[in-house]
C-alpha cells in the first residue's frame, strides 16, 4: 500500500507548491507577522460569534488567513509524523528568550525550548480534520449568512492553533537566528 503525502495546500496563498513544512513556516511569517496572524484570527472568531463585532479586514484577506491558518495546521502535523527528523531542543539565550516572551506567554518553559512538544500536545487533544473543520466552521460564520452560532467546541480549535502559531514563529525564528543562538 502507497503512504499517502499530506499536501501542505500553499498554492491557494503563495502561488507556488511548497513540500517541505519548513519552507512553509518560512513563506508565511515572510508573508504576514505574528501579531496581524492572532489579531485578525482572533477578530474572525469574534465575529462568527457576534455580528456587531466590527472585523476590519475585508473577505479576500480573510480567506487568505484561512488558507495560510490551514496550510500552517498542515505543515505543523507534517512536522509531528516526523518528529525524529526534525526536533532540535534549543537551549536558552537571554536576549532571544526575552524578545520570544512577548509574543508566546501563552507557552510553558518546557514548551519555550522545545516548541515541538506543542505539536504532540495540540495533535494529541484534537485530530488533524477536527482542526480543520472547526477552522472552516469559524469562517463559514465569519462570512457568510449562518443565523446561528458555531459550536462552542471551536474555542478548543481556537486556542490550539494559536499554540501553534506561537509553536511555528519560534522554530521560524531559531532557523533564522540560527547562528547567534
Same mark, same amino acid.
Given at each position: !500500500?502507497?503512504?499517502?503525502?499530506?499536501? *501542505?495546500?500553499? =498554492? @491557494?496563498?503563495?502561488?507556488?507548491?511548497?513540500?517541505? %513544512?519548513?519552507?512553509?513556516?518560512?513563506?508565511?511569517?515572510?508573508?504576514?507577522?505574528?501579531?496581524?496572524?492572532?489579531?485578525?484570527?482572533?477578530?474572525?472568531?469574534?465575529?462568527?460569534?457576534?455580528?456587531?463585532?466590527?472585523?476590519?479586514?475585508? %473577505? !479576500?484577506?480573510?480567506?487568505?488567513?484561512?488558507?495560510? *491558518?490551514?496550510? *500552517?495546521?498542515?505543515?505543523?502535523?507534517? &512536522?509531528?509524523?516526523?518528529?525524529?527528523?526534525?526536533?532540535?531542543?534549543?537551549?536558552?539565550?537571554?536576549?532571544?528568550?526575552?524578545?520570544?516572551?512577548?509574543?508566546? @506567554?501563552?507557552?510553558?518553559?518546557?514548551?519555550?525550548?522545545?516548541?515541538?512538544?506543542?505539536?504532540?500536545?495540540?495533535?494529541?487533544?484534537?485530530?488533524?480534520?477536527?482542526? =480543520?473543520?472547526? &477552522?472552516?466552521? &469559524? !469562517?463559514?460564520?465569519?462570512?457568510?449568512?449562518?443565523?446561528?452560532? %458555531?459550536?462552542?467546541?471551536?474555542?478548543?480549535?481556537?486556542?490550539?492553533?494559536?499554540?501553534?502559531?506561537?509553536?511555528?514563529?519560534? &522554530?521560524?525564528?531559531?532557523?533564522?537566528?540560527?547562528? =547567534?543562538?
Amino acid at each position: !500500500m502507497k503512504k499517502e503525502k499530506l499536501s *501542505l495546500k500553499a =498554492e @491557494s496563498w503563495c502561488n507556488r507548491k511548497i513540500k517541505n %513544512p519548513y519552507e512553509l513556516i518560512q513563506a508565511i511569517f515572510e508573508f504576514e507577522s505574528l501579531t496581524n496572524f492572532k489579531t485578525n484570527f482572533n477578530q474572525l472568531l469574534k465575529y462568527a460569534f457576534d455580528k456587531k463585532f466590527e472585523i476590519y479586514t475585508s %473577505p !479576500m484577506e480573510s480567506l487568505e488567513i484561512f488558507n495560510m *491558518l490551514k496550510s *500552517l495546521i498542515r505543515a505543523s502535523f507534517k &512536522i509531528l509524523k516526523n518528529i525524529d527528523k526534525y526536533e532540535r531542543i534549543r537551549e536558552t539565550n537571554d536576549v532571544l528568550h526575552s524578545k520570544y516572551l512577548v509574543y508566546v @506567554s501563552g507557552l510553558t518553559y518546557d514548551q519555550y525550548l522545545n516548541p515541538y512538544l506543542i505539536f504532540k500536545e495540540v495533535f494529541k487533544e484534537q485530530t488533524l480534520s477536527q482542526i =480543520e473543520f472547526d &477552522i472552516q466552521d &469559524i !469562517m463559514e460564520h465569519a462570512l457568510g449568512n449562518a443565523s446561528s452560532c %458555531p459550536s462552542e467546541d471551536i474555542c478548543i480549535s481556537f486556542i490550539n492553533i494559536n499554540r501553534l502559531l506561537d509553536a511555528c514563529w519560534l &522554530i521560524f525564528n531559531r532557523e533564522i537566528y540560527d547562528e =547567534e543562538v
